[in-house]
């Protein structure tokens, strides 16, 4: 990788990932874009491009100007906004992944990374170490549009040689970008909640069990599977990877040993718990660890450890 692009730059992932890419390979070697302005002051330190992923034509003359070899394609609307606006939802995750991908094919881009989910699966796959290769039908929007982008990652890949790898990421704890509307926020929020000494409400029931992974972990997955010998690997595309699964009610646990006086509560929000309750509980990422080598360093602990100090240090700035 010597000239990368980022779409949807602005959002969770993307921000921490141009942080962590600029860092690598430096600021005039990785292309920001976004719809809108970016929400951390340190984006605008490097280069930094308005792009919708609608606009095939807008990407292909950016990546003609800054002769781009490298995509990572992550604008998307997230679960519980795909349910808002499914429309709007499959017209952004997936004809903005066709998009991506077929302006790659005709241009010098040698490598394209796509993102999918936790949701790409559904009620009926197995629920506990979920496999690699298992049944796929989800019932919510942004998981069907999942599902939509690897197969079109695969076809890209089998009919175009289009190099397009991915990892299946579970929900992402972060501190830097505010969560964009994931099932799994909650856990963000209950942890800055805990460190602002606030009451909180949570919108899932306190033993829903999900899969998390902290975004140090996830940056790790995401560049160590585009980083990869490509020869090595025999799924490319949608790799489960995984960190960590624990509850509202584990989380809280947790918290309280850093901050006795924490309280919270429970509202459910019946979309989100309906989103949550056809996850799985754990997925199985052997074909990570074997085909790339892929392992988490973050636990529950740790990850608490570090978002306490971290978040406590923005309130302490603010």
Same mark, same amino acid.
């Given at each position: 990788?010597?000239?990368? #692009?980022?779409?949807?730059?602005?959002?969770?992932?993307?921000?921490?990932?141009?942080?962590? #890419?600029?860092?690598?390979?430096?600021?005039?070697?990785?292309?920001?874009?976004?719809?809108?302005?970016?929400?951390?002051? /340190?984006?605008?330190?490097?280069?930094? /491009?308005?792009?919708?992923?609608?606009?095939? /034509?807008? #990407?292909?003359?950016?990546?003609?100007?800054?002769?781009?070899?490298?995509?990572?394609?992550?604008?998307?609307?997230?679960?519980?906004?795909?349910?808002?606006?499914?429309?709007?939802?499959?017209?952004?995750?997936?004809?903005?992944?066709?998009?991506?991908?077929?302006?790659?094919?005709?241009?010098?881009?040698?490598?394209?990374?796509?993102?999918?989910?936790?949701?790409?699966?559904?009620?009926?796959?197995?629920?506990?170490?979920?496999?690699?290769?298992?049944?796929?039908?989800?019932?919510?929007?942004?998981?069907?549009?999942?599902?939509?982008?690897?197969?079109?990652?695969?076809?890209?890949?089998?009919?175009?040689?289009?190099?397009?790898?991915?990892?299946?990421?579970?929900?992402?704890?972060?501190?830097?970008?505010?969560?964009?509307?994931?099932?799994?926020?909650?856990?963000?929020?209950?942890?800055?909640?805990?460190?602002?000494? /606030?009451?909180?409400?949570?919108? #899932?029931?306190?033993?829903?069990?999900?899969?998390?992974?902290?975004?140090?972990?996830?940056?790790?997955?995401?560049?160590?599977?585009?980083?990869?010998?490509?020869?090595?690997?025999?799924?490319?595309?949608?790799?489960?990877?995984?960190?960590?699964?624990?509850?509202?009610?584990?989380?809280?646990?947790?918290?309280?040993?850093?901050?006795?006086?924490?309280?919270?509560?429970?509202?459910?929000?019946?979309?989100?718990?309906?989103?949550?309750?056809?996850?799985?509980?754990?997925?199985?990422?052997?074909?990570?660890?074997?085909?790339?080598?892929?392992?988490?360093?973050?636990?529950?602990?740790?990850?608490?450890?570090?978002?306490?100090?971290?978040?406590?240090?923005?309130?302490?700035?603010?």
């Amino acid at each position: 990788m010597t000239m990368i #692009l980022i779409t949807g730059a602005s959002g969770q992932i993307g921000t921490d990932l141009t942080l962590e #890419l600029r860092r690598r390979y430096g600021d005039r070697n990785v292309v920001a874009t976004d719809v809108r302005h970016p929400r951390n002051p /340190e984006m605008e330190q490097g280069l930094y /491009e308005f792009l919708d992923v609608m606009d095939p /034509e807008g #990407l292909r003359l950016l990546i003609e100007q800054y002769n781009v070899d490298t995509i990572f394609h992550l604008a998307a609307i997230l679960s519980a906004v795909a349910e808002r606006t499914p429309v709007r939802a499959w017209q952004v995750n997936t004809w903005g992944t066709v998009n991506v991908l077929d302006t790659v094919r005709r241009t010098q881009v040698s490598r394209v990374f796509v993102p999918s989910s936790i949701a790409a699966f559904g009620p009926t796959t197995p629920l506990d170490k979920t496999p690699q290769d298992t049944i796929q039908r989800p019932n919510a929007m942004y998981g069907i549009t999942k599902v939509a982008t690897e197969l079109l990652g695969d076809y890209y890949y089998e009919k175009f040689g289009v190099d397009c790898r991915g990892v299946r990421l579970p929900g992402i704890i972060s501190y830097k970008t505010p969560p964009g509307g994931g099932t799994t926020d909650y856990a963000i929020d209950m942890i800055a909640h805990a460190v602002r000494h /606030e009451p909180y409400v949570c919108y #899932l029931r306190a033993d829903t069990s999900l899969d998390m992974m902290y975004m140090p972990d996830a940056l790790h997955a995401c560049i160590g599977v585009m980083e990869a010998d490509g020869a090595k690997l025999r799924h490319r595309n949608a790799f489960n990877v995984t960190a960590m699964q624990f509850t509202p009610e584990q989380l809280a646990e947790k918290l309280t040993s850093h901050f006795p006086d924490f309280q919270w509560s429970i509202e459910v929000d019946p979309i989100r718990q309906a989103i949550a309750d056809s996850w799985p509980n754990s997925m199985d990422d052997s074909a990570a660890r074997k085909e790339w080598d892929w392992t988490p360093k973050y636990d529950l602990s740790a990850m608490t450890a570090d978002m306490i100090e971290h978040v406590s240090k923005q309130i302490h700035d603010e």
